[in-house]
């Protein structure tokens, strides 16, 4: 030893520079947030806008910890100048992205745009008698969706094998499956756990429900469907959307199934048709296989498909063309023609489409509407039936008045044609949500109420207070009411009027029908073949009220 003290050599740690360091952990954050926030790709997009201000913030501020580690940056002149030095595009860009927004927000404004903004829901104004068929008893929904809720959770519960490891999903989709009104719901996986468990194949079934005889059946699946909001990774439906269709923008997916009972995820890609930003419609649609994930778009989607543009779509567009088809100043001052859409919606059933229902009103909020609107959930094909009358709420507190002492609460109203009366067909439910009545309102008149046990008993009632009250010469014939060959005739006077019991051929009930209401009654003999219209005879009764006579050719 000669007294030296040996030195270690050791490799100087070098670091990275400080862009480079910057750059990496931008991506690396950028990737995630993509994943998990699933922003589309398109300068329409004001999420996108946000996402890649985000990303030149974390660049910059990693830049400048970066270059504070390497040369000891202590003060703030030293950080500004590094600031400075590495950070002043980012920061123009990220300043350029942000005039952008306010200004695309401000040439997208409807206080510029008024008038564009009015016309984008064309309106043609329609006859409510020629044009709304009146429906059969078997195509009328007697369920809301709080209703169809309840009686899919109880019909989870009933399945050994599915409820301890799925949950019913509140989506509850209304559409004509088979020319019948339905609700459809997914199930969602109970929870993470039960995710890895079953996530191999897939969820096993969905559920359907009628809402005219409120059956529930449990649709199974062979192969599971595997592609739900519920579901996690590349399999989420979302997140297969947008790595599938980048520089799209969707409207919410909802569930819906084809002729054959195939689950499909309709997925409605959303357009902005006024400015940058403004002017959300809907141009055409994604229909994803919920089992294989296949996706295809369709400009014409397929007529199977019942809901493109959802409710709260088309009533934000009809408000625009309410308010502003006269400009901007008349919305605000004078108010001249300015109408809105009511509060609540519902859905009607023509012709294999859905049609949305929604009251029309003065701006001003009377308690009374002007008329109201069909739009077609499929084509947004729009019209407007003027036809002043009470509000939707205003006719469920008639009907529920008529019935006070059960302490029923009525449904949301749907609209339908009863002899050619605009009329809102109520369910009424008692505290447990079971639908135990039914009423028919008339719009233009709300006093004239009608209740019954069962639809047809109701529209019965209903059909004799119109003609009672003047607004029907005669009652009706519905053709697929009873017929048959007149067997024994008997005659009986309650309160001043006679009553004619007849004994048809192909009934062992007897119908009771009024002379008050139908006059002809006095000329029907034995071997005479009629039809009536009538209540369903389930309940074992012997005497059944009908009206409506007609004798026909033998």
Known sequence: MNGRTRKTNKMPYKRLPSLVTALIVTIVFAAVYFYAALPALNFHNTDLYIFLCICLVIFCLVTVIAKGMANQLIDIKSTLRAFKKSCIVPAFICIGLVAVLILGGII???????????????????????????????????????????????????????????????????????????????????????????????????????????????????????????????????????????????????????????????????????????????????????VTGQSTYYKDVPTWVDQVYSAELIIEQYDYHGKYSSGILNSLFGQKGVTVTTDGYNYIAQNDDVYVYTGITSVTGDQSNIGFILSNQRTKETRYYSCAGAEEFSAMNSAQGVVQHLGYVATFPLLLNISEQPTYFVALKDNAALVKMYAMVNVQKYNIVATGSTVAECELEYVRLLNQNGLIDEVPIVTSGTE???????????DGTSIYYLLFDSDDVYFAISVAESESVVLVNEGDRVSIRTVDAENGNAIVKATGLKLLTN
Request: charged share 25%; with cysteine.
């Open 108 to 290: 997208s404004s409807v206080i510029l745009r008024a008038s564009a903004y009015s016309e984008i829901l064309p309106v043609v104004t329609g006859d409510f008698a020629a044009e709304v068929k009146q429906i059969a008893y078997d195509q009328i929904p007697m369920l809301d969706k709080t209703s169809a809720q309840r009686l899919g959770d109880r019909k989870l519960g009933e399945l050994a094998d599915m409820v301890s490891q799925f949950e019913v999903v509140n989506d509850y989709t209304q559409m004509n499956y088979k020319n019948q009104p339905v609700r459809v719901a997914t199930l969602a996986y109970g929870d993470i756990f039960k995710w890895f468990g079953n996530r191999a194949e897939g969820i096993p079934a969905y559920i359907i429900i009628d809402m005219v005889t409120q059956n529930v059946d449990v649709v199974r699946i062979d192969k599971g469907i595997k592609y739900t909001n519920a579901e996690h990774f590349s399999r989420n439906l979302n997140r297969h959307l947008r790595f599938n269709f980048p520089t799209y923008m969707f409207d919410t997916p909802h569930f819906e199934i084809d002729d054959g009972g195939h689950p499909y995820w309709i997925c409605p890609k959303i357009e902005k048709t006024i400015g940058l930003f403004g002017g959300t419609d809907i141009d055409g649609a994604v229909l994803v296989d919920a």
């Open 484 to 494: 048959g060959v007149v067997q024994d005739i008997r005659v009986a006077v309650i």
